[in-house]
């Protein structure tokens, strides 16, 4: 690990945007949000946090596996430019950690991942809904997660840290100076004082081991199931869910078909000496994002459903996030505790919603 004394941010900007596509989180009037960002047309830092998360960067909210040229099935692996995301929330870098685990022998994840280069920043405030000390996703960047790690000073300088090979190499040719123990300590005073600051979730704590005891009735789901409303809000906003469906899609004419589904195709099969007949029907496998809130999402094909109740649904959502049953594989929760479910659901079961019911009601 090195660590250095960064004077100007929109040196490391430009720096990093001359070897790969810049991607920032830009604050509009309020609406955080990622954007690419053209070099030296680079945004002000913001800790506040985007709506969506970084997670369709890696996990593509709808992309093509494979083609059937009418002879041959083709896989479609993206092959994505090098790109850095600059100045990730501490909990979208371990919910990133988290799919890595989760997407480890998945090609088209993998293929846009090893491309990424992850700057990550501390957060020196907590934010509202957060509560990422209590489920070990910061404030801090932890070490695992970010190759380059940035640390706002009160003197208006930056610590930077560089964590990973990657990270290290990527600061090559940047002129810096070595931070001092003095820098550095700074870091985990600042970090200490804004874990202090976060007000009591202690209820979140005392949900999750009711929730592992299982201590909760059936009509206690059923009443919570109610208010669900199967919008897919919180699957889709949560940095960590992966649900996915799959489906086989038809397209005629693909060489004379302008749009840009047509075109995505053809683009994939360049270089795979794969040429198709002009009058050549190519069937398309797509898969796209799901959601285990969905009525139909484990419907089987006999058409019984082990979920059918909006209750049940509930239930094996919430379980997914913070059994114990999971901790041997992932080594955590599978919830950062970002607080977009809180934010987003209209029938209010969000994480806090959820867990002061379970300590009160169920």
Known sequence: MQQYLLESLHELQLHLSRSRQFFQVVDDDGDPHWQYVEPGEFHPMTHNMPLSSAKSFFFAEQEPLYVFDGQFFRETLPEPEPFVLFGVLSCDLMAIHYQDIFFEQDPYYQARRQRALLVGIDCVHPCQEGFCYLVNA??????????????????????????????????????????????????WDDLSHCEQQFEDHSYISTGINKLNADDMSASFWQDVGVQCLGCSGCTTLCPTCSCYGTQSLQIDQVPNNSTQESSAIQGSLAGQDCQLGQDQPVSQQVRFWDSCLYEG?????????PA???????????????????????GRYGCVGCGRCERTCPGVIGVHSIMKRIVNDA
Do not use: C
């Open 297 to 305: 999402f484990q419907r089987e094909a006999s058409f019984h459903n």
């Open 138 to 187: 910061g404030p801090g960047v932890r070490d695992e997660t970010a190759d380059l790690i940035l640390h706002p000073l009160s003197d208006g300088n930056w610590l930077l840290v560089a964590v990973t090979a990657m990270g290290k190499e990527s600061l090559k040719g940047l002129p810096l100076v070595q931070a001092t123990p003095h820098d550095i300590s700074l870091r």
């Open 308 to 330: 059918e109740q909006a209750g049940e649904r509930v239930k094996r959502f919430w379980y997914h996030k913070f059994s114990d049953d999971f901790l041997p594989e992932f």
